[in-house]
């Protein structure tokens, strides 16, 4: 069984509780990260769906795997 644990994530946010085994996967396990249509850098050509969850995350101090998504368009 896995353990929980507490650490920081974000700069300047509470710290965030996490399964052990999955701290630091999520980008192993988010679509968005697999499509043609992700620029993390570049908020302006990012999908727009990618920049909602993103915005999810910063308000709240989450970190949001994609697991499904009707926009992906797989990298070659």
């Known amino acids: 069984m896995s353990k929980y644990i507490k650490y920081e994530h974000w700069d300047g946010y509470p710290p965030v509780w996490v ?4 701290k630091g996967q999520h ?7 697999s499509c043609k249509r992700f620029y ?14 993103f915005s999810v995350c910063v308000q ?17």
């Open 27 to 33: 980008r192993e396990y988010c679509l968005c990260w």
């Open 40 to 53: 993390p850098d570049d908020r302006e050509t990012n999908c727009r769906i990618a920049n909602l969850v």
């Open 60 to 76: 709240a101090g989450l970190t949001l795997p994609v697991w499904e998504c009707p926009n992906f368009k797989e990298k070659p």
């Open 19 to 22: 399964k052990e085994s999955l």
